[in-house]
């Protein structure tokens, strides 16, 4: 690892890197939040014992500056925080949240289909001008540690089947497609995943 490289817990004054970093690697947010996506993005992430929450954000720094992100969690956090992840959408976008309450459900049941043990990569970004250098793959690694240190037996993660860039680092790291599904967005927008696992030994 290059020395000038580390890693840190996230704090909730990193807003603007998360929202940022969180929309690189998950665009199709901004279609379903619209104007409110930052808002939502900055009220969850600040809140602990959520999804969102810079409690479950790692960043990447080089030189003391920001180059990319993880978020990541148990699925024994993901049992304990849903419902209080759904209840803080609510109270950010109030009865905007039935627009978007049927998309929301069938995301929440198509993605992140986690069994016990299971710890699940939500998202992962490096900014452009930081990309190529091994950052993704030292956020990985450092998720693959935590989850080894809370006894997980799997890493699971969703990624679009066009992303041939992180399906590539993540086949190298040892995962493999176990599933292909497509989630409807809107009328005239799918998107295409695959499902990805590496068993954890
Ligand atoms: C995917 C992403 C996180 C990779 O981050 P990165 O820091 O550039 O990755 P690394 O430098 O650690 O490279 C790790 C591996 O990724 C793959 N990779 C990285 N850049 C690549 C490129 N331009 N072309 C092909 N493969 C590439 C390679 O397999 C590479 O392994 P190698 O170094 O042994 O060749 C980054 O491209 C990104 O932020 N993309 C946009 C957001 C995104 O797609 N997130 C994932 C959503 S699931």
Redesign the pocket.
Known sequence: MDPSFSLRQAQPEDGPDFSELFL???PFFVELFKDDTKRVLKNLFVSPRNLFSFQHVCFAEIDGQIA?MILSYSWETHRKEYLRTGHLFFRVLGFKMLRIFRVLLRLNAELCKLAESDYYIS????YPR?????????LMEKAEEDAKKIGSRRLV????ES????L??Y??LGFEVVEKFQTKLSKDHSLNFCRMIKPLV
Request: charged share 20%; aromatic share 4%; no cysteine.
């Open positions: 690189i690697s998950a990319g998202n992962l970004a490096v930081f990309r190529g250098i091994g950052i993704g793959r030292l993660l969703e990624v679009e992303n041939t860039i992180a590539s680092l086949r190298k």
